[in-house]
């Protein structure tokens, strides 16, 4: 599926690994196809829960985004996890 | 285990469940029955097994396979108990004829395009992926949801998720979740592999639901026709809603049927479990539903209070989900039934229904997409009005009324573009109410030519 939207699917496979069953992530995506990759995102990265804003996350990909915040680890190119702790 | 022996594993349970809901409802009041209707237990079981999932749903839960096994061994246990009661003997059965060679020709012919055609669908979905947007966005993601954790209100009443039509029923995401926790690792395609089983548990329901009414030569070459229409397959292999809504809905109206033609009430007990499942299955089900149970109180008089029963067990199954939407407040964005009260509002874009009915005109003779399946219903109906079997053609003939002027009412309440929301669904939603309509047409004509051969009796008599 990844492949036929045009998306590099070894880099959804490390996004994939990054969320864990029930974590929640958040997912910025910038450029022209962005509502696919939050559209595959979610069904994707199932048992990972998607939540709209980043501060609740325990994970937010940036997807194509110009000045990702640091520490942002690389899943690809131009796609990278900045991992967090949520206060309850 | 593969996606496919998953199927095959689930359809077994729900077949075992389908085969306790025949003998619990009475549609098969003997063993003898039970075995002689053993076609309609894969699709009443998955029915079942749907319904609970969608109501179960309502409360965060799912079915998963243990409940499945549960649900499959309390349905035998029912159906066991109903048929230990029942005094010992054999319900008359009327043997047919043997067919001569003109019939045995006939029967042949449709055999071998039903087969064909089975063949072909099975080979086409075997190893295909969820590859259409709606198939794998929405379809595909919920049941994988609920496979994976259940009917949690952080995917299913979540805004991040309000894109993907939360205000759907679960049925079909809860029936192809139960394949998806049997099977080892997520493919996509075992969710095809689970639409191809209603499919085919839908031809095989309807073959059985219809043949002590309709004599076979006149029953396969209607249901190779149902098959045939490209219609069938092709948007079975899409991983989308509207062919499994439509095969449960054919179903249901063709039992309903079978009980306004004087059959036992068993028949509409057993019409109200189909007909639930198509309400759950999609937004329109419940349209499709109301429109049917609308046929069933015009035409049939006299037993009008058990058409209210069965259509008021089946708003009870709707209403656990109706209510989720309202608590979650889970938006509807392709129209609002209220926006019908705001009459001048309304009143501005009534033209748009002309527009609308013209593209869905145009949507249904398509022989490409239909074959002959509009046509056939049509004339059956058409049929049974002028020649005799009157109740039969008002139920069909109102059903396939109120359906379609349901349709051209979202068209009129939608917000969006018509033009572009006709390009993207109309062919699609016409789907079920064109197939049932179809699955109606066998009943019609057989209860038509046995009304013109007593007349002639009659008259002989004379």
């Not at chain 2, 929301?421 to 179809?438: G, H, M, S």
Request: proline share 5%.
């Amino acid at each position: 599926m990844a492949r036929f939207l045009g998306f590099d699917d070894r880099v959804w496979e490390e996004m994939q690994r990054t969320v864990e069953k029930g974590e929640r992530y958040a997912i910025v995506a910038e450029g022209e196809r962005k509502d696919h990759v939050v559209t595959y995102a979610t069904y994707r990265l199932l048992p990972g829960i998607r939540v709209l804003d980043p501060v609740e996350a325990e994970v937010v990909f940036y997807y194509h985004v110009d000045d990702a915040p640091e520490p942002c680890t690389a899943l690809g190119e131009r796609v990278c996890a900045l991992e967090r702790t949520v206060e309850e | 285990m593969s996606g496919w022996a998953a199927v095959l594993a689930v359809a077994a349970l729900e077949t075992a469940a389908g085969i306790g809901v025949l003998a619990a409802l009475g549609v098969a009041g003997t063993p003898v029955e039970v075995a002689r209707r053993l076609g309609l237990a894969p699709l009443a079981g998955m029915a079942l097994a749907g319904v609970l999932g969608a109501l179960l749903a309502f409360a965060g839960a799912r079915l998963g396979l243990p409940g499945l096994v549960a649900l499959a061994a309390g349905a035998l246990a029912l159906g066991g108990a109903r048929l230990a009661r029942r005094p010992r003997g054999t319900s008359p059965t009327r043997r047919p004829g043997r067919p001569g060679a003109r019939e045995l020709a006939v029967l042949a012919v449709a055999a071998a395009t039903i087969l064909a055609v089975w063949v072909a669908a099975i080979a086409g979905i075997r190893d295909r992926p969820l590859a259409e947007w709606d198939g794998w966005a929405m379809w595909g993601m919920k049941a994988r949801a609920l496979a994976l954790l259940g009917a949690d209100p952080a995917v299913f009443a979540s805004p991040a998720y309000a894109h993907l039509h939360l205000e759907y029923p679960l049925l079909l995401p809860a029936l192809h979740s139960l394949p998806l926790q049997a099977a080892e690792g997520y493919q996509s395609n075992t969710v095809l592999l689970s639409c191809l089983a209603i499919g085919l548990a839908g031809i095989a329901a309807l073959w059985t639901g219809l043949a002590g009414r309709v004599r076979p030569v006149l029953l396969l070459p209607f249901l190779a026709a149902y098959v045939a229409a490209p219609a069938f397959f092709v948007q079975l292999a899409t991983g989308y809603a509207d062919v499994p809504l439509a095969v449960f809905l054919s179903v249901g109206v063709a039992c309903a049927a079978r009980w306004l033609a004087r059959d036992r009430s068993a028949w509409l007990a057993l019409a109200t479990l189909f007909l639930a499942a198509a309400a759950l299955s999609k937004n329109e089900g419940l349209l499709f539903a109301a429109a049917a149970y609308t046929g069933l109180l015009a035409a049939g008089s006299g037993r009008r209070r058990a058409v209210l029963a069965s259509a008021g067990a089946v708003a009870l199954a709707c209403l656990p989900w109706r209510v989720f939407v309202e608590v979650h407040d889970l938006e509807a964005p392709d129209y609002r039934l209220a926006d019908s009260l705001r009459l001048g509002w309304v009143l501005g874009r009534l033209d748009r229904a002309w527009t609308a009915g013209q593209e869905l005109v145009d949507a249904a003779v398509e022989p490409r997409r239909f074959g002959l399946l509009l046509a056939l219903g049509v004339g059956a109906v058409a049929v049974a009005a002028a020649l005799g079997a009157r109740r039969l053609a008002l139920f069909g003939g109102t059903f396939f009324a109120l359906s379609s002027a349901g349709l051209l009412w979202v068209y009129v309440l939608t917000p969006y573009d018509l033009r572009y929301y006709l390009f993207t669904n109309a062919e699609r939603v016409i789907v079920a109410p064109i197939f049932a309509l179809a699955a109606l047409a066998p009943l019609l004509v057989e209860e038509t030519v046995r009304r013109l051969r007593a007349e002639e009796l009659v008259a002989g008599r004379r």
